[in-house]
């Protein structure tokens, strides 16, 4: 079953700004030398993240998969065979190009940071508000609550086994409420996964990764993390808008 389809409407992640952003973040959180790629590793963990997005039915962006394979031709071209002369030469290392890329990006996206965080000091307010549309996620990585959502589903395919027979299908706005149902109005963190423990089948897995994107772009509820691949937990911020009509998951 395409969720997407069955939905009427296409879930976009805009988390990372592009591959690059992505790629940054791998090389970041499993602290690789950006300056000596291991590309196997690399790519495996890049590849590992679009699949997640794919099997949560989310839209990946063509210049995601375009990066794709420009790093499996980077792969493959580490596989053959190569004299002691062009792997001491620099300028014939197939990573070259990437490096350069990375290593130029890593220096405007710090600039970027910065001059964000001199417009919040100076400006005396939190930040740019977000782009109508978009999931903000605050303070929590969007490839922990991709992987989070991830090993749940991963654990009830596992624990299910094939369906003979075609699941009903969830509505994003039912387990929106479901969410929403759980979270303290006190605000105290409530934990994700205690959530998503509390339901039936995958289906309802992914259904619940939508509604938790569209909480966070209602500016309903907000994520807290400690820190990379830390627990996530919900914060309850506000209801539901009453003119929320809900047409585009009819």
Not at 76 to 82: F, Y
Not at 192 to 217: H, S
């Amino acid at each position: 079953m395409d969720l997407n389809q069955d939905l009427g409407h296409p879930f976009v992640v805009r988390d990372f700004t592009g591959p690059l952003d992505l790629l940054l973040h791998l090389i970041r959180s499993h602290e690789m030398d950006i300056a000596d790629i291991p590309i196997v590793p690399l790519v495996e963990q890049y590849q590992k993240y679009l699949d997640m997005l794919e099997e949560l039915n989310l839209t990946i962006a063509s210049e995601y998969l375009h990066m794709l394979a420009i790093l499996l031709s980077i792969k493959a071209r580490m596989l053959l065979p190569r004299t002691e002369h062009e792997i001491a030469d620099p300028e014939t290392d197939p990573r070259r190009d990437l490096i350069a890329q990375l290593l130029d990006y890593e220096k405007v996206k710090a600039a970027a940071d910065d001059l964000h965080e001199r417009f919040s000091l100076w400006s005396g307010v939190l930040g740019r508000p977000e782009p109508e549309g978009e999931a903000v996620l605050g303070e929590v990585s969007l490839y922990d609550l991709v992987d989070a959502f991830h090993k749940v589903l991963k654990s009830r395919k596992e624990r299910e086994g094939p369906a003979f027979l075609p699941l009903p299908r969830p509505q994003v706005k039912d387990l929106m409420a479901h969410i929403l149902a759980f979270l303290p109005r006190t605000g105290k963190p409530f934990p994700l996964l205690d959530i998503l423990l509390q339901l039936k089948n995958g289906m309802e897995v992914i259904t619940a990764f939508l509604a938790t994107l569209e909480l966070c772009r209602l500016q309903c509820v907000r994520l807290k993390q400690k820190g990379p691949g830390a627990e996530i937990s919900l914060v309850y911020l506000k209801e539901i808008p009453t003119d929320l009509t809900f047409v585009e998951y009819l």
